[in-house]
């Protein structure tokens, strides 16, 4: 009986997984440049973590967390996402007691309970960074380079961003009241999701996909109108940051992020109508999880997004292909010696592979052409008793004698 793997998840395979390695090593190195560390925090983290953190009223925790007792019987939850951890991370470590910014990005599997469709699974993967300790508005739009500058350094090319500010916490409860009578007298006409955000979370109402919500909430007061002084001040200033950047975005006032904890900035990165990044600033997050009171922000990227926008922009990414060296080996004390040679050729930093089930030549040969081999050393038993090899360069054709002593150098001179 055939088993096959878990709804929503995926194999990454050798040919795509190289795709994958070139991504994260972009990931890496962007955030080498902005000097962002990297912190690994476990894969499953204590449920009220995320219940506290990402926010009860969330879709993430009202249903698609992966939540299971453990043999100690504790509610343990696969991470749905990264930040709650980093966070928690960040106070348990107290890494706030040190100067501040602490600039932290993370990368890895992330698990929702979600219907699986394209760009859409149940295990997949984020790259994300967070800036904490840090309130100018000069880091949130340092962190929106950031992710910018990974799109553009993968070579993806049409990616729009659109932000707004979602207010601090305080003036956004005055908000969600103006916003709650404005909508009470159509409450009973929207979708039934957004009935139960009418008394939770009413701003989510604005960013429902429901044809009907969409109309009936047309008109309606926005977060952008009803900011403070101070919040009005900081987004003017996240966008003429941008604006010097010269990193373009457009304002979405009904943008509304899916998580509870955001305040002010929140943004998404969007490429052929799908979200490829989404972030923003969460500055009670730190306190409401132990901490002190701290600012933060950050964003996170979906991998496998990534891979549909390189796809969808036919951006072909630089994977080096090949080997440096292939032994075509004949005869048993050849393939014997080979063995020995291969290691030696490993071991002097070449790549190097043979074929282990005694093939002809010229099917060893074409092994040689199907690994996109350079260089093709071809040794028999006459050659081995004469201290020699024939070394035959894969591109030119030109075939030379070469002593086994020198071998090794001979091909990395030729590498
Ligand atoms: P979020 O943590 O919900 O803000 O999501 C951030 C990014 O992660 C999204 O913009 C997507 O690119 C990606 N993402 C979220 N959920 C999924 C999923 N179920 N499958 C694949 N990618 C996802």
């Known amino acids: 009986m055939l088993i096959n793997r878990p709804r929503g998840t995926n194999d990454i395979l050798p040919g795509d997984v190289e795709r994958w390695h070139l991504i994260e090593q972009t990931a890496r190195e962007v955030c080498r440049r902005f000097n962002v560390a990297e912190v690994r925090t476990p ?10 953190g990402v926010g009860e009223t969330t879709d993430i925790v009202e249903k698609e967390m992966y939540t299971f007792q453990d043999r100690g019987e504790r509610s343990l939850t696969l991470r749905p996402e990264g930040t709650a951890s980093v966070v928690r991370s960040f106070v348990e470590s107290k890494l706030y007691a040190q100067p501040q910014p602490t600039k932290l990005y993370y990368m890895g599997p992330m698990f929702r309970y979600e219907r699986p469709q394209s760009g859409r699974y149940r295990q997949f993967h984020q790259f994300g960074a967070e800036v904490l300790g ?8 340092e962190v929106i380079a950031l ?3 990974f799109f553009t350094e993968l070579g993806l090319t049409d990616i729009s961003l659109e932000i707004n500010s979602v207010g601090s916490a305080q003036s956004r409860t005055a908000y969600r009241d103006i916003l709650r009578e404005h909508l009470s007298p159509v409450k009973e006409q929207l979708c039934k999701d957004c009935q139960s955000r009418y008394d939770r979370n009413p701003m989510r109402i604005l960013d429902c996909k429901n044809e009907t919500c969409k109309e009936l909430t047309q008109g309606a007061p926005e977060m952008l109108d009803h900011l403070s002084e101070e919040d009005r001040t900081h987004f003017q200033a996240v966008c003429s940051y941008l604006e010097s950047f010269g990193i373009p975005f457009t304002v979405n006032p009904r943008m509304v992020r899916g998580l509870d904890y ?28 132990g901490g002190p009171e701290m600012p933060g922000i950050g964003f996170a990227v979906g991998i496998e997004r990534v891979m549909i926008a390189l796809a969808n922009q036919n951006v072909e990414l630089p994977i080096a292909k090949g080997i440096d060296i292939f032994f075509v080996a004949l005869g048993e004390a050849a393939q014997k010696h080979s063995v020995k040679l291969l290691h030696e050729m490993r071991r002097a930093g070449l790549i190097a592979d043979k074929d282990y089930l005694g093939k002809s030549m010229k099917a060893q040969m074409k092994a040689a052409d199907r690994l996109k081999a350079r260089q093709v050393v071809i040794l028999g038993d006459d ?12 591109e030119t054709g030109e075939q030379t004698t070469v002593a086994l002593s020198e071998l090794i150098e ?6």
């Open 134 to 141: 840090v309130n100018d508005p000069s880091i949130d739009a």
């Open 262 to 289: 955001y305040t002010q900035t929140a943004f998404e990165f969007i490429e052929n109508g799908s979200t490829l990044s989404g972030g923003g600033r969460y500055n009670g997050l730190v306190e409401q999880l």
């Open 383 to 394: 050659e081995l008793a004469q201290g020699v090899a024939n070394l035959k360069d894969m």
């Open 147 to 149: 992710a910018m500058t």
């Open 410 to 415: 001979v091909v990395q001179s030729k590498r």
């Open 43 to 52: 894969i499953f983290e204590h449920t009220e973590l995320f219940a506290r």
